[in-house]
């Protein structure tokens, strides 16, 4: 809900901020996936935050 009231802010002063991805925080994905070990958290991660910023 915070990030929420964090886009309806940046909104009342006019400027577009849209949620970007979901990033891993302190805990690995599900075994198997890319997100599964610790060196594919990090690149789903910086995978997920320059998609976003593109």
Do not use: C, F, P, R
């Not at 009342?12 to 949620?19: D, R």
């Amino acid at each position: 809900k915070t990030i929420e009231a964090v886009q309806e802010a940046a909104k009342a002063k006019g400027w577009n901020v849209a949620i970007g991805g979901e990033l891993y925080s302190d805990s690995l994905g599900s075994e198997g996936t890319e997100g599964g070990t610790y060196i594919g958290m990090v690149k789903a991660n910086i995978d997920t935050i320059v998609k976003a910023l593109k």
